[in-house]
């Protein structure tokens, strides 16, 4: 438009990079997954381009819409119990000292790196019979006998819970600490209990943080195909699982690819639901 | 310079004078294919030395991937005339699925003279009777116990059913990995005939349904019921012969019984790719592997159940026992897999570990 050099300290192409690396790396990989999953199955183990929709058909059944739910329950349970835990924590941890406030982050951010092998593995041996707390609660005289908590729903949500729980507190972080102190000195000044005040200012200021958290634990736990194998019954194996098998297992690619794209548009689907609920009460 | 071509020469010498017949091949390496990890590294120091030192062919030794992604590469490379290996382990679907294919070049019967060894189930030939492919190792899946948990060794498949032992078990997740299907027709049913039809398949499945109150883990992972098994916390299961007798030799209360039906005889077999440019070599190979001492040195070193008929070895009662047995075995119908594998893995989804 003007001749007047550019203000911006980057030059504008630069924009370009990211948007190729998105092609390359997302909407490449996303179109050949949409291509595959119209693929004609062959049974001698591969595919033939083509465009058919019987894989789509075949996924249409009360058995995978069951597998779906079960899915879908998991991982909405999953993030709904890590924003409640992870909310007061936040607040909590945000009114600690700096040193305090930055040690338990280090440790919540070291959880990360744990693979979801490992924390499969120690949850079951930390909740099987032989070696786990249920030999704890029977020495303290709690239960009569030793007895395993895994592999079962509970075990499950736990696993899948100790993955997000540190990705809803580092979502939630950011805003909660910039919340500012006066807003709630001027309500508890208006005459606001505390528990009023909290679900009066706080929540409500930070709902669009705590939709963020409860998406990103959603989406995160919707796509684990471990843990509900290591901690789960059969009944609670995900669709993820039964991706795997497909792909992996039965060399199916275009069934697999067509149960990964109904995954993602159901699961698009919610967070779109999600992220508008957030908004419009937020702007009410 | 000089002196890398004097060793390449003096190599094409060695194995000239040794296998006279693959003089054409002497500078190409054989490309042999096992699974990656135990069995690749077992090969590596075991076989491929001496079949190098026997018959003069240098063997390049490939990792293949588990479950069927190798026949994949396979037969997307062999559209390009390539072969990423000339010979390959494969497990008997994607076994069956390549002669489908007629991904797997014919061999020459008269070339391979150890093929008498080989019971007929190990020797697989296309329809016109041409033979494109033999049996490389075998290794039974059996019924494992805890023996802190079971004093005494359960002797029928039977216990699966038993309601004294409600959520004990350990199975395998797959229908074609477990071969429980196979399993309870033999126990039930009278034999796996019943299998060949659809409605025997349900039949079979409905009986094998009884058993979910029993299971507490339908496993894709070894290593997760392994562990399980040994400390008791699923004290009983299916599981490989072979690495149950190895833990239990390590001092791990584990067991593992043939039971009076038989015991699930599984197999991987040699297979040459249809673009291998070196057919010869891969047949002295497939030749080689087919010798009762050769067999027997897999059963003592890789712990596998020889392919050649017991008489023919010279493995003492207590090696033979170690990986084998004169039971017979319960031999699984690949067939059905091949042409009902769909039907079949979505009703088990539904029925068995749904």
Request: hydrophobic residues 45%; contains cysteine.
């Amino acid at each position: 438009m003007t001749d007047m050099p550019s203000q911006t300290a980057a030059p504008r192409w630069l924009g370009l990079w990211p948007a190729a690396m998105l092609t390359l790396f997302f909407l490449a990989p996303f179109g050949i997954m949409l291509a595959v999953s119209v693929a004609h199955r062959d049974v001698s183990g591969f595919y033939e381009w083509g465009f058919e929709w019987d894989s789509y058909a075949r996924f249409l059944s009360v058995f995978f819409a069951k597998v779906m739910a079960v899915s879908l329950s998991v991982s909405l349970a999953a993030a709904a119990i890590c924003v409640l835990l992870g909310f007061p924590f936040t607040v909590f941890l945000s009114a600690m000292g700096h040193t305090a406030q930055t040690r338990i982050l280090v440790v919540l951010l070291s959880v990360l790196a744990l693979s979801e092998v490992i924390i499969g593995f120690s949850l079951s041996t930390l909740l099987s019979q032989t070696a786990g707390i249920g030999n704890l609660f029977h020495w303290l005289g709690l239960i009569p006998e030793p007895r395993a908590y895994t592999p079962s729903l509970f075990a499950l949500i736990a696993g899948l819970c100790y993955i997000g729980f540190p990705f809803a507190v580092l979502v939630l972080y950011p805003p909660v600490s910039r919340l500012d102190p006066e807003l709630i000195e001027a309500a508890r000044v208006m005459g606001a209990s505390g528990p009023r005040a909290f679900f009066g200012v706080i929540i409500p200021n930070l709902r669009g943080a705590i939709v963020g958290a409860f998406i990103l634990v959603f989406v995160f736990t919707l796509g684990s195909y471990l843990l509900p194998q290591l901690l789960g019954r059969s009944e609670h194996w995900t669709l993820s699982v039964h991706i795997t098998d497909q792909a992996i297992y039965q060399s199916n690619l275009p069934f697999a690819a067509a149960m990964s794209v109904f995954l993602m548009l159901v699961a698009l689907a919610l967070v779109g639901l999600a992220s508008l609920a957030g908004r419009e009460r937020g702007a009410a | 310079m000089q002196r890398r071509s004097f060793l390449k020469a003096s190599a094409a010498t060695v194995a000239t004078l040794a296998a006279p017949s693959v003089l054409s091949a002497a500078t190409q390496k054989l490309k042999i294919g096992t699974y990656g990890g135990y069995f690749q590294e077992s090969f590596d120091k075991y076989i491929h030395p001496d079949f190098t030192a026997a018959t003069g062919i240098e063997v390049e030794s490939i990792a293949e991937p588990t479950g069927e992604a190798w026949l994949v590469q396979l037969s997307q490379a062999a559209r390009a005339g390539r072969a990423p290996a000339d010979v390959s382990m494969m497990a008997q679907l994607p076994r069956l699925k390549g002669e489908r294919a007629g991904l797997w070049a014919p061999l020459d019967e008269s070339k391979v003279s150890n093929l008498g060894n080989l019971p007929d189930h190990f020797v697989h030939r296309y329809e016109d009777g041409k033979v494109y492919g033999t049996g490389a190792v075998s290794w039974y899946i059996t019924l494992v116990t805890n023996t802190d948990t079971y004093a005494e060794a359960p002797s029928s498949w039977t216990a699966l059913w038993d309601p004294a032992n409600a959520d004990k078990l350990g199975l395998m997740s797959l229908a074609t990995n477990s071969f429980l299907l196979e399993v309870t027709a033999t126990t039930y049913f009278g034999g796996t005939d019943i299998l060949k039809t659809d409605d025997g398949v349900l039949q079979v499945m409905g009986k094998l349904a009884e058993v979910k109150p029993n299971v507490r883990l339908w496993y894709r992972d070894e290593g997760q019921f392994q562990q399980a098994l040994e400390t008791g916390e699923i004290p009983m299961g299916q599981y490989y012969h072979d690495v149950t007798g190895l833990a239990a030799s390590q001092g791990k209360p584990v067991r593992s019984t043939f039971p009076d039906e038989g015991a699930v005889l599984d197999s991987g077999s040699w297979v040459v790719s249809k673009a291998s440019k070196v057919i010869e070599p891969a047949q002295v190979f497939i030749d080689y592997m087919a010798q009762p001492d050769v067999q027997a040195k897999l059963s003592r070193f890789v712990g596998t159940a020889p392919t050649v008929s017991r008489e023919l070895t010279d493995l003492t009662d207590e090696e033979f026992a170690a990986v084998s047995s004169d039971k017979t075995p319960i031999l699984p119908l690949y067939d059905i897999y091949v042409d009902r594998g769909d039907w079949i893995n979505q009703m088990w989804s539904e029925k068995i570990t749904g």
